[in-house]
């Protein structure tokens, strides 16, 4: 659905799950003035307590709302006036913002009977009735992530909107995938002055045409026709002020001379995921992809291979965050890994394929006890704070954080810590979180330029010929 552009003076009347989702949405209004019910206020006072990220956001509008109260003028009723959102130094110019007003006194019921005011959010609709009636210059509008609320609200003739502010794209289809298909006449057009050598067994191009303006650092190019696959590796200007772009043949995963932890790519994508998995340079990875595309298998094979093999770092921390598809199972006994077991399935069904079980049920023991020893499960409640340092952390199930979380988790990294993001933006199971506004869409739409990250959407599942039935009739 496109929305309906509105011009002129608008008045927004916040719901609490906004505030809970995004603290700072006090100050995302632009010129706009913003309007706090009581009910809501109410609301965060009960939500206060804990050490939920939703609990410390409320924390947080309380501190903001109690800011901007002292930053009131003297002789100036904030209540009655407002209280210009700008006057905070961390927000700046005061002009670019609007005022926050507070709901004073309780309006007349104007809702149908059907819709008791005791509710809150039929509360909040009734200060939005009112709030029409009383500045009819003003486009009411009330926001809400509660999509049924937003319904209410349009029946009883309020406008009402979802939060688009922490929205990364309009469609996830804009998504850049991580890797493009070079057109049949490419050569023809970009082959003009290309240089090309090899240095320590790499080879590579320097490439100038029309084409290099639609790529990314990091992102796999391909060639069908020649079988030609490679990989950005920077942008610069020429002599005479022309871009061009350094490109270098990418390793061919698909064969056994190239294998991972005993594991080869299965397809195109998953070669590209492993190059990028695999190259020290590389320290923030972004596997997207439905499931049994080999997200989990590939980096935790590409970890052990470095860890164990290659000695690039010392311990492999597996953490995913905590939410449950159906009923949640209850209080867990036990240690942090063990409270995680239940969470991690994925990860021990992939260590089975990753730790060769023969006949040697000795051998195979022995293998098991390696590898846990290596991986250490770790659960995101313990994470604020820490400093990883030459350790390779995997985020599962990244589709499930917020952009704040998913902030807090990066900047985890030390020196010598490489970080993988997976998540399926197709299975989503945190309230208010879409496929646009994952914290993986953010961080994927983030690192797309930026010379140490790379993304790759895989496509093709290779689970087996059952799942992959199921994936498409289903």
Known sequence: MVRKKIDGNRLFVLDTNVLMHDPTALFRFEEHDILIPMVVLEELDAGKKGLSETARNVRQVSRYIDDL??????????????IHLGALPQIGDITKHGKIYFQIREHTDRLPDSLPSSKADNTILNVALALQEKEPEKTVTLVSKDINLRIKANIVG??????????????????HTGYYELPNDFWDNHSRDM????????????????LIEDWFTNQCLYHDADHFEAIVRSFENDDAGEPTALIELLTDYRTDSHNVWGITARNREQSYALNLLMDPEIDFVTLQGPA??????????AALEQAIELKRYKEIIVTRV???????????????????????????????VLAPSDNDEWGAAATHDLLRKWVKVRSLNFMRGRTFLNKIIIIDEAQNLTSKQMKTLITRAGPGTKVVCMGNVAQIDTPYLTETTS???????????????GHITLQR?????????ASDIL
């Open 322 to 352: 905590t939410v449950s598809v159906g009923e949640d199972i209850g209080f867990l006994p036990g240690t942090e890994e063990e409270k995680m077991t239940p969470w991690m399935g994925a990860l021990m069904d992939n260590l089975e």
């Open 439 to 453: 914290g993986i869409t953010y961080v994927v739409d983030r690192f797309k330029n930026w010379g140490h990250a």
């Open 292 to 301: 049994g595309t080999g997200k989990t298998l590939l980096a935790l094979a």
């Open 195 to 210: 240089d090309s050598w090899q240095e320590d067994g790499h080879t590579y191009y320097r490439i100038k045409g029309p």
């Open 158 to 175: 309020v406008h009402a909107e979802d939060y688009f502010n922490d929205k990364v794209l309009d469609d996830v289809e804009q998504l």
């Open 69 to 82: 109260m002292s930053s009131a003028e003297d002789g100036e009723d904030p209540m009655v006036n407002g």
């Open 461 to 469: 599942g290779e689970r087996s010929r059952l799942a992959d039935f």
